[in-house]
């Protein structure tokens, strides 16, 4: 069957994408490596070329046709511009999100049906499981919370063929494969655009102003660049007067976007265990109902905590924590599993 099943590949010109490929091949499908070309703001350095030669190299080395797809458009409205908006509202958005969602899993997606294949598939650390989201073997390395906005229609039409295996071992096959992609280092910043400054690269789009950091007695103790491109939690990025070396660390704990301020403590906010937190704009694969003991996870590689739904709406969640964390960002992933089920998620309100 996998021989009349053509598969189009997310070729990024990183190992993961690479080795995705090679199995594929190995298992008998029609194989097309496509690389997704997305935008960029033209005052960023851009290294998109040298990694479409990178699978280019790949897609020649596995005997395989290669493509690309433009993707600018949807990179540029659907992620580049949610990222701006966030920040400016004084939310902490999550791009990879919404790059999985509207490129990979939507401009990528539908170029593949337009040009004749069956399925996608992408080098992300996920299983697929009758059907069904699951974590990938490597704890480390699972990429589930980045894919909670998938759809049924979405899932049905992807494939993840190294998530059943750890990441040392996607590197070895590759070296045993001779790829040339073998050694190269994970990618890293934000989704495509790499590691990016972000108050650099949000005062092209929006003013920045330096303003007064304060205590929470509301005095001044330094400045920042600007308060929406803090985050709660963060403890960088900012001055303090003070000069005592053995203070403990920092961390922003509100901010006020119309006054321009943000405050800071050496403690950071939590919310307590009988605490509830809403989540908006929810997409859930599986049904939930209220009363329902599930896992929550806040961020990426955090542990997942024990919540308990308390309110299941169209597209809202009320979760009753169970234990005692520390206070999420609005606008920033939460993401429900059932052991290694993923179930969906939705936007801390």
């Keep these: 069957m996998n021989k009349q099943q053509t598969v189009f590949v997310g070729l990024s010109g990183g190992v993961d994408s690479s080795v995705a490929a090679k199995r594929l091949v190995e298992q008998g499908y029609k194989v097309v490596g496509v690389f997704i070309k997305v935008w960029h703001p033209d005052f960023l350095v851009c290294n998109w070329e040298q990694e479409r030669l990178d699978a280019m190299r790949v897609a020649a080395h596995l005997d395989i046709p290669f493509l690309t797809c433009d993707a600018e458009k949807e990179y540029r409205d659907e992620v580049a511009k949610y990222f701006i908006e966030e920040y400016k509202a004084g939310h902490t958005p999550n791009p990879d999100v919404m790059c999985n969602q509207h490129v990979k899993f939507g401009a990528f997606l539908r170029f593949a049906k337009q040009n004749g294949a069956d399925l996608i598939a992408t080098g992300h650390y996920a299983k697929k499981i009758n059907g069904e989201l699951h974590r990938g073997v490597d704890n480390n390395k699972d ?150 003991m599930i896992q929550a996870q806040f961020g990426y590689r955090q542990k997942p905590l024990a919540v308990k739904i308390t309110e299941v709406k169209s597209s809202e969640l009320e979760l009753k924590l169970q234990e005692n964390i520390r206070k999420p960002a609005g606008g920033q992933s939460c993401v429900l599993y059932q052991a290694t089920l993923c179930l969906g998620g939705g936007r801390i309100a």
């Design 143 to 292: 990429q589930t919370y980045f894919l909670w906005t998938l759809s049924k229609e979405q899932l049905d039409c992807s494939l993840f063929p190294i998530g059943d295996t750890p990441k040392d071992e996607v590197r070895r096959e590759a070296e045993a494969a001779g790829l040339y992609t073998a050694s190269k280092e994970d990618s890293q910043g934000i989704c495509f655009l790499g590691q990016v400054d972000i108050p650099e690269f949000l005062s092209h789009y929006v003013e920045l102003k330096e303003g007064n950091v304060l205590n929470e007695r509301n005095e001044v103790v330094g400045t920042h660049k600007g308060a929406l491109v803090y985050t709660l939690g963060q403890r960088h990025g900012f001055v303090l007067q003070s000069v005592d070396t053995s203070r403990n660390p920092m961390f922003v704990v509100a901010k006020n976007i119309k006054e321009n301020t943000i405050t800071v403590s050496d403690t950071p906010r939590t919310l307590a265990s009988d605490e509830t937190v809403k989540l908006t704009n929810v997409v859930l694969r599986d049904g939930i109902k209220r009363g329902d």
